[in-house]
Structure formats: C-alpha cells, structure tokens
C-alpha cells in the first residue's frame, strides 16, 4: 500500500505563489510517475504536470512557464512550485502515483487539498 500525503494549499490574491508537496510513503515502488492533478466544481478532473523517477516533466498548456514540478527520490516526495496564479487556477488539486514497472497500471491518489485564487 502507498499513501500520499499532500500540504501547501492555501488561498491567494491573482498573481500571487504557492508550493504544494506530496510526500509518498509505505510500499512505494522507486520507478513511478508522480503527477499532480486538478478538479474544479462541475469540471472534469485534468492533469496539471508529471514528473517521471529521472526528472521528465510535462505540463498542462494552461499552466506551461507559470508551474515548476518537481521531486525529490530519496523523500520520494514531489513539488509543485505555482506562480503568477489566476483565478482559474482555483480547484481541488490531488498528488497522483503510478509505479511504472507494473503488468496492470495503477494509481494512488492523496486527499486533495484546496487552491484558491481569489481578491
């Protein structure tokens, strides 16, 4: 079993920053994805960016040149650095984790944790 555990979020004024962590822990397999993503009411859940075990990002167009994702394997915890947040960016964001070296893929997911972006 992995449990994820996610801390950062927060409220914020347009244009301001926050940096959300995820921190993995119990039988975590050490090739895996990590991705965070995100839901806001009456939409669809979307990927925001993923970061594979050796560094390869990709990002939503959305949020390209705004978010930096990144992690950390010995803590085998991942970041995501927001900045010039809009009000869009408001949502529920969740930590994602898919072991890579699997015959049936599967995916932990953390609580969620609220992002808000509001004057």
Not at 24 to 40: D, K, L
Request: charge should be positive.
């Amino acid at each position: 079993q992995v449990q994820l555990v996610e801390s950062g979020g927060g409220l914020v004024e347009p244009g301001g920053s926050l940096r959300l962590s995820c921190a993995a822990s119990g039988s975590v397999f050490s090739i895996n994805t990590m991705g965070w993503y995100r839901q806001a009411p009456g939409k669809q859940r979307e990927l925001v960016a993923a970061i594979t075990s050796r560094g390869n990002t990709n990002y939503a167009d959305s949020v390209k040149d705004r978010f930096t994702i990144s992690r950390d394997n010995a803590k085998n915890t991942m970041y995501l650095q927001m900045n010039a947040l809009k009000p869009e960016d408001t949502a529920v964001y969740y930590c994602n984790l898919r072991p890579s070296l699997t015959t049936i893929p599967y995916d932990y997911w953390g609580q969620g944790t609220q992002v808000t972006v509001s004057s």
